[in-house]
């Protein structure tokens, strides 16, 4: 039976959760996710956990964090007066996801993690950054 090799174009089904249980994406309900192996396409545990896979096959990897979305970087959680948000956002409030612009005119999402007086404090970080992520993968395809 054929495995998966790195180049192989693939499809799969998976479930992420957290070490605690917590689901945080799955591809129940949808297309199975298509990427190419090997070409970065997912993240690098992702990516190596298909490896020697055969269709059918269900398989639970771990994932480390530094081979997810990496550390938790304090440089990305700022905090900024509350002044300088539009009054057209309306009200503040924290979870409530926003988009930056840093000095090179490149867009990233934040979100609102404190209020506290006449400061709001931002987190750039990726939500699942400095979390190990486990995934159930269900190989569906060898493209």
Not at 18 to 33: A, Q
Not at 90 to 118: R, T, Y
Not at 122 to 137: M, Q, R, S, V, Y
Request: net charge negative.
């Amino acid at each position: 039976m054929q495995k998966v090799q790195k180049g192989d174009t693939i499809k799969v089904h998976y479930k992420g959760t957290l070490n605690d249980g917590t689901l945080f994406d799955s591809s129940e309900g949808r297309e199975p996710l298509q990427f190419t192996v090997g070409e970065n396409m997912v993240i690098h545990g992702f990516d190596r956990g298909v490896l020697e896979m055969e269709i059918g096959e269900i398989k639970t990897i771990e994932i480390p964090f530094l081979e997810a979305y990496g550390p938790m970087n304090p440089e990305m959680v700022i905090t900024v007066p509350r002044n300088e948000f539009p009054a057209e956002l309306g009200e503040l409030k924290e979870g409530l996801q926003l988009s930056m612009v840093d000095q090179n005119g490149n867009e990233f999402p934040v979100e609102i993690i404190a209020l506290e007086g006449e400061t709001v404090t931002l987190d750039g970080n990726h939500p699942l950054a400095g979390k190990d992520l486990t995934f159930e993968i269900e190989l569906v395809e060898i493209i």
